[in-house]
T-cell receptor, first 113, second 114 residues
């Protein structure tokens, strides 16, 4: 079955530490890929997206993500986490032949001072 | 400011009652979407609309209804047939329904059952 997997339900990091959030997909073709962030009780904000080209994409708030076709992954990274980064992070994919977004179940990030 | 607004922020439903959630966008987007969010389950698509007067069921449409009479508005009605309506509801829009149509989200409505 086609799916989007975020293996880590919850991650805790210290402020200033590096961060990597994992996202894997299982589709036959390379989909278009997105990362969104959600603060408690709020809507989702787009962090970055990948359609084609350079596999390392830069987003807002100092985030970046790398698409690895061989691993069917699109992991989100940040070199130094700030307390304000504490939130829920969602990976999403859409097939280049389709029109529906598929979301992962999210990773909740806690930042320790 | 361009964006998506949802109202109300909180909504309470009594047994057997239909309630309507509002979603308005001034981004001039053709496509609009409704998602339901439950803890640990991510976002699930309820309905989407590609254009005015047209809409399609998503993965969990049972117990819900929508209308798209205006480009900027896509209200969602939670009917009494929806037995477990307590959730966070998110509206989104995109330029078009195509695969590159990045979705932008409203702030959400939390529905609670009395």
């Amino acid at each position: 079955a086609q799916s989007v997997t975020q293996p880590d339900i919850h991650i805790t990091v210290s402020e200033g530490a590096s961060l990597e959030l994992r996202c894997n997909y299982s589709y036959g073709a390379t989909p278009y890929l997105f990362w969104y962030v959600q603060s408690p009780g709020q809507g989702l904000q787009l962090l970055l997206k990948y359609f084609s080209g350079d596999t390392l994409v830069q987003g807002i708030k100092g985030f970046e993500a790398e698409f690895k076709r061989s691993q069917s992954s699109f992991n989100l990274r940040k070199p130094s986490v700030h307390w304000s980064d504490a939130a829920e992070y969602f990976c999403a994919v859409v097939l280049n032949t389709g029109n529906q977004f598929y979301f992962g179940t999210g990773t909740s990030l806690t930042v320790i001072p | 400011d361009g964006g998506i607004t949802q109202s109300p922020k909180y909504l309470f439903r009594k047994e057997g009652q239909n309630v309507t959630l509002s979603c308005e966008q001034n981004l001039n987007h053709d496509a609009m979407y409704w998602y339901r969010q439950d803890p640990g389950q991510g976002l699930r698509l309820i309905y989407y609309s590609q254009i005015v007067n047209d809409f399609q069921k998503g993965d969990i449409a049972e117990g819900y209804s929508v209308s798209r009479e205006k480009k900027e508005s896509f209200p969602l009605t939670v009917t009494s047939a929806q037995k477990n309506p307590t959730a966070f509801y998110l509206c989104a829009s995109s330029i078009n329904i195509g695969s590159r149509g990045t979705q932008y989200f409203g702030p959400g409505t939390r529905l609670l059952v009395l």
